[in-house]
């Protein structure tokens, strides 16, 4: 979602999956396992920010969206925000040019 505007591109059987951030936290003391717990919902709230940012979907949304794995057809990544086009494999070798 955070590429660049125009050319944030999928192919047609492409999948896109949103999720909130996972953590391995293993057996630890209660203290810090609230430490970790703070963390990770700190990082959740700013990959919220960032998706809102570049999808334009209100943080609400994104929160509901990522409580579990969200997984979108490309063209639901296309309405959603995530890319903003969907194209083909002989597109992209078109626009692509020469590799470097």
Do not use: N
């Not at 700190?42 to 579990?68: S, W």
């Amino acid at each position: 979602a955070a590429g660049t505007k125009g050319k944030r591109l999928a192919l047609p059987h492409s999948r896109v999956l949103l999720h909130q951030p996972y953590a391995q936290v293993g057996y630890s003391q209660v203290t810090d396992l609230e430490l970790a717990a703070r963390e990770i919902l700190r990082m959740r709230e700013i990959l919220e920010e960032i998706i809102a940012k570049h999808t334009g979907q209100p943080i609400d949304r994104i929160h509901k969206d990522t409580d579990r794995d969200f997984v979108m057809e490309a063209s639901a990544a296309k309405e959603y925000g995530i890319i903003d086009e969907v194209i083909s494999t002989r597109e992209f070798a078109d626009r692509s040019g020469p590799i470097r």
